[in-house]
């Protein structure tokens, strides 16, 4: 058996034995650490903490939840940085919502309102001097995406494919097929980052196996961003390989739970 199929066999089974936010004595044996103990924000970046305080996340019935219209829109981060290793989470998103996971992120930046292209908008604020917590707006996350999605639903996904709907490389590669169960029901994902190569797993199977160095990464952010966007340079290039994984706000509900990670020895 491969060893990364008797790897999502063994955590399925381990997270089906542990209760929530737990961590089982095999998990705890073989290295995974708890990113989330279901009451507090022990691990994140603790939202209430910033000035003026985030509102785009709560702690809801053991959930990690992303609020729909918060004031700031911006992600939920992790304390500490990773550079390899195997994430596992369960997640709900509501109907029509969109979500991700992202990693090995690069840089983030308050956007500010303008009747400018969105990719405009973020490249002017890359070279601008940085702006002060605004107390509404946009905090806009560069880096690789995990997308979380309603496929059916969702606008995005329906207007975009596969590489916008569920454990696509957001805008890069598709999975190889739609392995979500129904919308309001928890799934399962792992994530391994290893250097540059990546695998995206949902619900058990293997959807997603790429490298962050493949021509479509560089195909599409060229596409999106340009050869001389900041964005492309930062995403093509990777200079940051420390990097936090943060929980998305994309202005939807999801929720998180059973967040479990492990480093990866080169």
């Not at 034995?17 to 022990?42: S, V």
């Not at 903490?49 to 004031?71: M, N, Q, Y």
């Not at 390899?84 to 996971?101: H, K, M, P, T, Y």
Request: glycine share 6%; aromatic share 10%.
């Amino acid at each position: 058996m491969h060893k990364w199929l008797a790897l999502a066999v063994l955590l399925l089974s381990h997270t089906a034995l542990a209760a929530d936010n737990q961590l089982t004595g095999a998990e705890k044996t073989a290295g995974w650490r708890l990113l989330f103990d279901g009451r507090t924000y022990d691990g994140w970046q603790d939202p209430s903490k910033r000035t003026p305080p985030g509102d785009s996340f709560l702690i809801e019935d053991g959930c990690l939840k992303a609020v729909s219209h918060p004031k700031i829109v911006e992600d939920l981060f992790t304390r500490d940085t990773f550079r390899d290793f195997e994430l596992q989470f369960d997640w709900r998103i509501s109907r029509a919502g969109n979500s991700g996971v992202k990693y090995r992120i690069q840089d983030h930046l308050y956007i500010p309102d303008g009747h400018e292209k969105f990719e405009d908008r973020v490249k002017a604020a890359l070279l601008a001097p940085r702006l002060p917590r605004p107390p509404k707006g946009q905090d806009y996350v560069i880096g690789f995406e995990y997308q979380l999605t309603d496929n059916a639903a969702n606008s995005d996904a329906r207007a975009h494919g596969p590489k916008h709907q569920t454990a696509a490389l957001y805008d890069v590669e598709p999975p190889s097929r739609d392995a979500t169960r129904a919308v309001g029901e928890f799934n399962h994902s792992l994530l391994i980052v290893h250097g540059d190569h990546v695998e995206h797993w949902l619900n058990g199977e293997k959807v997603l196996d790429t490298s962050l160095k493949s021509p479509a990464v560089a195909a599409a952010m060229q596409q999106r961003w340009g050869a001389d966007s900041p964005v492309y340079d930062l995403l093509v290039h990777q200079p940051h390989a420390d990097c936090p994984i943060s929980l998305q706000n994309h202005d939807d509900e999801a929720w998180f739970k059973n967040i479990k990670i492990r480093a990866i020895s080169r």
